[in-house]
């Protein structure tokens, strides 16, 4: 199994771009989940799916984010306009119905 | 205002000490995990506590879930140069999932 796949790894943009951040989870797993961390603020959830279906988007900062998941195997993160205090390490992570959840290996995003 | 404060914040070790981190909170959780994170990756699961009291032991890794299932702590047994990490501890209210503030362990030669 590949694990949760995540894109970019490394992202850097100017303030106004816009940015999307690509994650395909673990096949079979119907939970899907995004993070942000930062040093200040931690390990944040952002949005989680159920089902390809939004659940919690509670955590989810403003307006210029949005994160859809069209199908079972693939969701987006999208930053527009993106500003500098939205640069840190963005994670995707997927879960089966078990506690575990798996995370990705991150997309560091920075934006100048 | 974080759910879950860990402590300490950071910790710097001699190899072969031993050292506990801890993790408190006052809401009540059904399940509280631990996860290990190194640095470029995401965190990696260690283990899953569910029931108040719950001890569960790893190696040289004891975890426990407090009683009124609120806190829990994570005590290390002769560290070594490979438990260098963050440790974050994650709890579920049956509603949301919240991952504390973390401690960031360095364990020295």
Redesign the interface.
Known sequence: DAGVIQSPRHEVTEMGQEVTLRCKPISGHDYLFWYRQTMMRGLELLIYFNNNVPIDDSGMPEDRFSAKMPNASFSTLKIQPSEPRDSAVYFCASRSDGYEQYFGPGTRLTVT | T?LLEQSPQFLSIQEGENLTVYCNSSSVFS?L?WYRQEP??????LV?V?TGGEVKKLKRLTFQFGDARKDSSLHITAAQPGDTGLY?CAG?TGN???????TSLTVIP
């Open positions: 974080q399940s995990q470029g990756e995401g965190p990696v699961l899953t569910v974050l579920d949301q999932f919240y991952f504390g503030t973390g």
